[in-house]
Nanobody, 115 residues
Framework: QVRLVESGGGSVQLGGSLKLSCSVR????????MAWYRQSPEKQRELVAD???????NYAESVKGRFTLSRDNAQTTMWLEMNSLKPEDTAVYFC?????????WGQGIQVTVSS
């Protein structure tokens, strides 16, 4: 059974940094996309950054230049380094992996940025 487990969330002040990790427990064959999403009470779940199979990383405009997505070669761990955090980055962050046959989601982890 596959599980995605996020860690590294927490509370920081404006301008602070956090690094989220997503650990893939179990084997996922045929990974198409690895991604981070986030959801706040006021908004629908939105894409933060994704890494398709071709290796081209895409970022939401709101996080470009501040967030960096990376993963290991084995596709078992993915990170989201978040710098210059703003209160509007406050949300629950979700790890997501899409394979050719299934979609997998983590349980989500809270990130809170105070001004």
């Amino acid at each position: 059974q596959v599980r995605l487990v996020e860690s590294g969330g927490g509370s920081v002040q404006l301008g602070g940094s956090l690094k989220l990790s997503c650990s893939v427990r179990g084997r996922i064959g045929g990974v198409r996309v690895m991604a981070w999403y986030r959801q706040s009470p006021e908004k629908q779940r939105e894409l933060v950054a994704d890494l398709p199979k071709d290796g081209s990383i895409n970022y939401a405009e709101s996080v470009k230049g501040r967030f960096t997505l990376s993963r290991d070669n084995a596709q078992t761990t993915m990170w989201l380094e978040m710098n210059s955090l703003k209160p509007e980055d406050t949300a629950v962050y979700f790890c997501h992996v899409q394979s050719f046959v299934n979609n997998y989601w983590g349980q989500g982890i809270q990130v809170t940025v105070s001004s």
